[in-house]
T-cell receptor, first 114, second 110 residues
Framework: DTAVSQTPKYLVTQMGNDKSIKCEQNLGHDTMYWYKQDSKKFLKIMFSYNNKELIINETVPNRFSPKSPDKAHLNLHINSLELGDSAVYFC?????????????FGEGSWLTVV | TQLLEQSPQFLSIQEGENLTVYCNSSSVFSSLQWYRQEPGEGPVLLVTVVTGGEVKKLKRLTFQFGDARKDSSLHITAAQPGDTGLYLCAGLGGSYIPTFGRGTSLIVHP
């Protein structure tokens, strides 16, 4: 069974549309994340949730709204998509962070905005 | 924001060669991690180093954390085509949430 699963894997959409990416983890972890990886492979934290509560929001435009209905799910909704939003979005999870924090990543969702 | 610089950015070598990848920062980290990412997949954790000067080995891979906990290196001995991938270092500060470097893309030719 996949530990961190995200859907869809590929998404092509037009500018101005609203889209969502879903994420679920079956590892029993308390913390979930969204990372964005750009075309140059730079992986940057967007959000972090611990037990459904937002703990990090790294100056992401408010067009991006994460929602955590329970601690096993962290969905990402994006409004009014822009060309610059094209990237690979990774969901991840970990136990409560400490110095040995092991992050488990999903396989990524490839978003292309045209 | 704590910045991590990785070098080299790209590396293309022949099977059997040795290589070293460097990860440097002006910031002190609680710990430092190395991940490998293969095409079409998410990063996978290889190792976490916590103590300044610590050395960890994973088969042909040797990881070292700098004494001041600001930098790290990854050395691969006798590289194989299966080592091909993107190697990412990540520093963990007070929040223990990894901040990633820009990665080193390694290609090992048979």
């Amino acid at each position: 069974d996949t530990a961190v699963s995200q859907t869809p894997k590929y998404l092509v959409t037009q500018m101005g549309n609203d889209k969502s990416i879903k994420c679920e983890q079956n590892l029993g972890h308390d913390t979930m994340y969204w990372y964005k990886q750009d075309s140059k492979k730079f992986l940057k934290i967007m959000f972090s949730y611990n037990n459904k509560e937002l703990i990090i929001n790294e100056t992401v435009p408010n067009r991006f709204s994460p929602k955590s209905p329970d601690k096993a799910h962290l969905n990402l909704h994006i409004n009014s998509l822009e060309l610059g939003d094209s990237a690979v979005y990774f969901c991840a999870s970990s136990p409560t962070p400490d110095s040995g924090n092991t992050i488990y990543f999903g396989e990524g969702s490839w978003l292309t905005v045209v | 924001t704590q910045l991590l610089e990785q070098s080299p950015q790209f590396l293309s070598i022949q099977e059997g060669e040795n290589l070293t990848v460097y990860c440097n920062s002006s910031s002190v980290f609680s710990s430092l991690q190395w991940y490998r990412q293969e095409p079409g997949e998410g990063p996978v954790l290889l190792v976490t180093v916590v103590t300044g000067g610590e050395v960890k080995k994973l088969k042909r891979l040797t990881f070292q954390f700098g004494d001041a906990r600001k930098d790290s290196s990854l050395h691969i001995t006798a590289a194989q085509p299966g080592d091909t991938g993107l190697y990412l270092c990540a520093g963990l500060g007070g929040s223990y949430i990894p901040t990633f470097g820009r990665g080193t893309s390694l290609i090992v030719h048979p």
